[in-house]
């Protein structure tokens, strides 16, 4: 009997599942190379953007470039200079001609006084008197000694002529003559201290004396004061001592509004220790003792002529060393700095000197050029 041949039990392949196997393996590859090609144009991208490469335009806009700033726009107004005088000027005080305290010379009581505080004397009036008792009783007496000395010169002197008296009795009798002499001298001039006078024309200031009254030799009894002329005395600086010389004409204004004219009369050669300031001394007529002695006064001294420009402060300014002087505007419309000197000073400007003859001074803008700039300088109309 035959066998049956054995089956073969090997599974077959699925044809259902090839085609899946097939088809997954194409995504794959479809992915791969989507996620290059992502890859590349992101480098692209970031590259072209580090470059910096920006596609122009069809009509670009050029760049301007300032290298240098524009010149500044300033206003100037022409100046000229003028001759005018230039005048030193200096606070005072006006003083006395002479002031001087009345003294007594001897002593004694009081007899009499004659004048009264604040009038006016003249030199050689009695002011007051002394009690003369005393001092006629000493004049009496050394008149008489004197008296009896000359009669013992003379006896002597006769003695010796016949032979009878000595040389030295002689020279004795001389000596006390002398002494006798001397006496009454001292006694005249003690009968002339009687009477106190004023020793020049003058005002009676104080007078601190009453009839009565004792009064020891030394003793200041008043004070009298000569106002006519009068002197204001100034202290002038170091720098200005060369510009002054006695002699010269000054305008004297007081704070009482008077106004006089004087002259320089004393510019001292010593300079006070502590101001370093040298004294001089004004003097004016004052006939009518009109003005006091001790108010304060303004001494105005012309010096002499100087060329100078008239302008406002405002124009003035300080260059980096912080020197005053003026900006003013060249041919080239370059600016220049000019240092200047105040020469004297006035409500509606200033008069000063260090610019040329004729100048182009900055009257806006110069707070904000320096010299050397050039600018753009345009006229300005001071008459508006």
Partial sequence: MTKPQAQSAAPQPDSAAEPRRSLRFSDDKGASKSTWIAGLFVVLIVGWM????VVPSEDPEPVVRRTTPEPVAVAVTPSVA????????????ALPD?????VAETSGDIAEVLVRKGQDVSAGDVIARFDPSNSDADTNRAAEQLASAQREFDNAQQLLDRGVATTDRVTDARAALAAAQAQVTAAEQAANALAITAPFDGRIETLDLDAGEFVTAGTAVGRLVDIRPLTVAIQVPQQSLTRL???????????????????LTFVGTSAAAETRTFLAEVEIANDDGAI?????AEVSIPTGDVTAHFLSASVVS?????TLGVKTVAEDDTVAFYPIEVVSAQIDGIW??????DAAVITVGQGFVNAGETVIPSEQDITK
Avoid: K, N
Avoid at 245 to 263: D, H, K, L, N, P
């Fill in 245 to 263: 010389t006695v002699g010269q004409s000054a305008t004297v204004r007081f704070i009482t509004g008077e106004e006089r004219e004087g002259t």
């Fill in 82 to 93: 003028e001759t005018v005088t230039q005048f030193f000027q200096a606070e005072g005080q």
């Fill in 50 to 53: 580090g470059s910096g490469f």
């Fill in 292 to 296: 006091p002695a001790g108010i304060s």
């Fill in 98 to 102: 002479r002031d001087t305290m009345l």
């Fill in 352 to 357: 000063v000197t260090g610019l040329p003859d």
């Fill in 318 to 322: 300080l260059d980096t060393d912080g």
